[in-house]
């Protein structure tokens, strides 16, 4: 069974060698009289959350940290293998929190939700069918309160996240652009996802003088992933009563000191309403979520991109990869076909 097993608490930049690959033997059933689920793991998922959890914890957080020597977690895809659970059988495929490995013991399967629909790619549970997919609806229907013809500004928009906001953006009507780090990205957004306008922002010198050639009348709605600098000229740019979802803010995730923010006393002027939210507070949205979207797919209104890393051992190097911009669209390690 071979896993990917994280060395040690990271300040900066995680590295590859801030992961190892290990090799162990496994029992391909559950030992008797136990609850426990056995998977094969198919598909994993490479989050930005995952930073944080690679951090010494200071406080409290709303995720727990990696512990030094075990196993990395997050979401993936999985098929059940052996099952001491009366809700799973083997053949079952799942989609759930996983371990970076080739076979999993899973002890509380009830976390674990079985995939019902497999005429899309399955890799899709761990994007657009999964927590990115969740997020970007949860954050843009229930926080930016979208009305039709207002003006919607998404960053780090062709990511797992930033692609379906845009696309949601659309079907609501209204006027949506985009940026992120590359001119592949840039073209993506407005060949493939129907961003309006996109731009690439580490072209920009002056951010400010970006978003007013894009929002001339300014922006209603931003949907925040990126944090600092950006943060600080969208601020400058927003309508009266404009809302902000800050959903993340990678560009701060590896900085020891974070970034200030200038600008803020824009929010009183302008009456700016700024709304932190994390997806797990949006479960009970995910079965009404997943008709929505499969039925989307099918009809060809919503599109997903995804960056498919070939193996398991691509996973360190797909992981780090989201803080230097080098995923195009939502990054997925493949580690077994079904
Ligand atoms: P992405 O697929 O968008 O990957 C991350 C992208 O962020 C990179 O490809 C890169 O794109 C961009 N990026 C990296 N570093 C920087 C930087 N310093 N400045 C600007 N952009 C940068 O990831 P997700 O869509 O999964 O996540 C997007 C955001 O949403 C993150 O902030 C994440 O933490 C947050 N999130 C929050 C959730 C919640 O529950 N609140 C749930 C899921 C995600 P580029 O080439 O454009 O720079």
Not at 125 to 149: N, Q, R
Request: charged share 20%; hydrophobic share 40%.
């Amino acid at each position: 069974n071979k896993r990917i097993i994280f060395k040690d608490y990271v300040s900066g930049y995680p590295r590859e060698e801030d992961m190892l690959v290990v090799s162990s033997d496994i029992e391909l059933k559950v030992p008797a009289g136990s609850s426990a689920v056995l998977l094969k793991n198919l598909y994993l998922s490479c989050d930005p959350y995952m930073r944080g959890k690679m951090s010494k914890p200071v406080g409290k957080s709303y995720t727990e940290p990696f512990t030094p020597g075990s196993i990395i977690t997050g979401y993936g895809v999985g098929k059940v293998v052996d099952s001491g659970h009366p809700n799973f059988q083997a053949g079952d495929l799942v989609w759930g929190v996983t371990g970076w490995e080739e076979y999993s013991v899973i002890q509380a399967p009830e976390s674990l939700i079985k995939i019902k629909y497999t005429d899309v790619p399955l890799s899709y549970y761990t994007g657009i069918l999964g927590m990115p997919g969740l997020t970007a609806y949860a954050g843009f229907h229930e926080i930016c309160s979208p009305k039709k013809g207002e003006t919607v500004y998404v960053s780090a928009a062709s990511g797992a996240v930033g692609q379906l906001v845009g696309q949601f953006a659309k079907l609501m009507g209204c006027y949506v652009v985009g940026s992120a780090g590359s001119q592949e990205k840039v073209d993506l957004l407005k060949s493939k996802f129907g961003y309006d306008n996109a731009f690439n922002y580490k072209e920009e010198q002056d951010l400010n003088a970006a978003l007013k050639r894009y929002f001339p009348d300014g922006i209603d709605i931003y949907f925040e992933n990126v944090g600092g600098a950006m943060l600080d000229a969208v601020l400058l740019n927003m309508r009266v009563y404009g809302r902000i979802a800050a959903c993340g803010m990678i560009s701060q995730y590896n900085l020891a000191e974070k970034e200030g923010v200038r600008n803020l006393f824009s929010v009183v002027v302008k009456r700016i309403r700024i709304q932190g939210f994390i997806e797990p507070d949006y479960k009970h949205s995910y079965p009404q979520f997943l008709e929505l979207a499969i039925q989307y797919i099918r009809e060809g209104k919503l599109v997903y991109v995804e960056d498919v890393a070939e193996s398991l051992e691509k996973a360190p190097s797909a992981l780090i990869g989201l803080f230097s911009g080098r995923n195009v669209g939502k990054q997925v390690v493949l580690v077994a076909r079904e």
